[in-house]
């Protein structure tokens, strides 16, 4: 090819570059900007004539220093640094970036062996918005599969799951741990004397009252029905008996309003505290279950202690 040709082939490259939606531009050894397309300039706020011949950290600074450019979230000191640490580096490198547009840009970068660099940068705002979009589904996804569609607490799946490990971790270290077991007096009279309905509101009621009065360490689902459980981790016996008497007390203090009705309830708890010779939770559970029976035995609205003393 002839060095005409070669010339027209060359000019129709960079006129190519110039115009292209993709941001294109060249550093010299002294990382000093030598070619640069309008769109390259636009990312960091500049037209190309502006910044053809600046260095990189005045563009940088200057880009910075008018809102526009990378966006950092510490003082430009740090993103200059940082940005010239990795232009030390050879070869190609390929990184995301956010800018304070709020966009975000794929940056390509080759550093040459005579140390020149070439940066291509291509717009993935969109890429990064289908991308938090999918995120922000999947959390909503595995939300749902995690809790109670009615209270929005655990469901019985992921209160075993969490429970268990909080079971092991107290079962290894030796620290207390203590599980209630409660549920709602007389709920099938409610649901049958006031429908179903109301029987959902005072699901709701309960849920709504133990956890204003558990900690967040505290483990709080509804196993089905009026059936909740409550793990209460680094918590001795005596401690989970004034937590149980809480919740009685404030559970019989609760009214229900529904269609001009007033409802009130009471419910019964069960208690278990880890010993010596329980290996899984699903024994704890039992401990707990059999001290709610105990107490629905003995006339409801009270708590019961494993083991039952007869």
Not at 21 to 35: P, Q, R
Not at 94 to 102: H, I, L, N, T, W
Request: proline share 2%.
């Amino acid at each position: 090819m002839g060095n005409r040709a070669t010339n027209t082939v060359n000019e129709l490259i960079i006129e190519a570059l110039k115009s292209s939606k993709d941001g294109f531009g060249v550093y010299n050894e002294e990382d000093v900007l030598v070619f640069c397309n309008d769109k390259l300039a636009e990312n960091f706020g500049f037209q190309s004539h502006e910044i053809i011949g600046m260095p990189f950290e005045t563009m940088l600074r200057q880009s910075h220093s008018a809102g526009a450019g990378v966006a950092t979230d510490d003082h430009i000191e740090g993103l200059v640094e940082r940005a010239k640490a990795s232009r030390l580096e050879k070869g190609f490198a390929s990184f995301e970036s956010d800018m304070q547009d709020g966009s975000w840009v794929q940056v390509s970068r080759l550093k040459t062996d005579d140390n020149f660099i070439y940066i291509y940068v291509t717009d993935i705002t969109k890429l990064k918005k289908t991308e938090s979009e999918l995120r922000g589904a999947l959390r909503y996804v595995k939300k749902l599969a995690a809790t109670d569609s009615l209270t929005g607490i655990s469901n019985r799946r992921h209160f075993l799951e969490t429970a268990e490990v909080e079971f092991e971790r107290s079962l290894n270290y030796g620290h207390p741990l203590s599980i209630l077991a409660l549920d709602i007096d007389h709920f099938k009279s409610i649901n049958d004397h006031y429908g179903h309905q109301a029987g959902d509101q005072v699901l709701e009621a309960i849920t709504l009252c133990c956890q204003k009065l558990l900690r967040e360490s505290d483990v709080f689902g509804r196993l089905g029905g009026e059936e909740f459980s409550i793990l209460l981790p680094d918590t001795p016996e005596s401690a989970a008996k004034v937590t149980a008497q809480r919740i009685l007390k404030t559970v019989a203090a609760l009214e229900v309003n529904y269609q001009g009705q007033c409802i009130r309830f009471t419910t019964s708890v069960g208690i278990a505290q880890l010993r010596e010779g329980c290996d899984n939770l699903e024994s704890l559970m039992n401990q707990s279950d059999e001290a709610l029976y105990d107490a629905k035995h003995k006339g409801r609205n009270r708590m019961a202690v494993w083991p039952i003393k007869h």
